[in-house]
């Protein structure tokens, strides 16, 4: 079950195992109160870079085995040596989040994709270490899957973000289509930003298929999870497309419908 505050975050699945649930409950706690502090409150922006570096001197104590005075980061200990998962993950996401706090806009699609490759692999990466499934192939997956699923919730987010004063869509794609910004203050979808957006849902799309075959490799409970992952992920691109990238008049979001359509395509995966 995804969640809003984290998106595709598998906190309360019923398809998770209960042994593995207060692990990911506790890996959530520490990726949401990082997110809270980079985008959430009145903070100034040393404020929120200071409160993440005593994140990542968090981790470093837990590298070195010193106790540290936090409950979060108590039980984030255990479960980190608990289920041997790899510190670097953690500090990626808190990069990603340093990243928040003092880049609004991306120049290049790659540019996008190096803060996806931060932002959201790490926590297919974590997953996949938990199920003890950690292969470089499962990873490589794992990473397209996670990265296509943060640009899916960037691409439905347009409107949200711009009031956040960020633009995700990289500069280059705007330049491209002729669209300035001042199109997205005035949430103007015409047929040069319909164009746009179907480029780069085409794009989301065929990450996440490049990755899909993750979703047969991988056994049991994880792998029908991934499923409905990436079904979830395809569908809202099918909602996109629907409303030709306008997403300025209403965020697409999966209904109850959608829900029987993706587990139903999960299914026949």
Known sequence: MSVEHYENFPVA????PSRLRPAVVAIYAFARTADDIADEGDALSEQRLLALQHYENELTNIERSISSQLVLFQTLCSVI???QLPIPAFRDLLSA???DVVTTRYQTFDDLLDYCRRSANPV???MLHLYRAASPENIRDSNAICSALQLINFWQDVAIDWRKQRVYLPQ???QRFNIGEQQ???GKADSAWQEMMLFQTARARTLILSGSPLCKRLPGRIGWELRLVVQGGLRILE???RIR???FQKRPALGKADWLVVFWRALWM
Not at 13 to 16: D, F, I, P, W, Y
């Open 184 to 186: 997205i203050a005035n």
């Open 97 to 99: 989040f340093k990243q």
């Open 124 to 126: 297919g990466t974590i």
């Open 239 to 241: 909602r996109l497309d």
């Open 81 to 83: 040596h608990e289920h």
């Open 172 to 174: 280059e794609d705007l």
């Open 13 to 16: 699945s019923l398809l998770m």
């Open 245 to 247: 990238g306008d997403v």
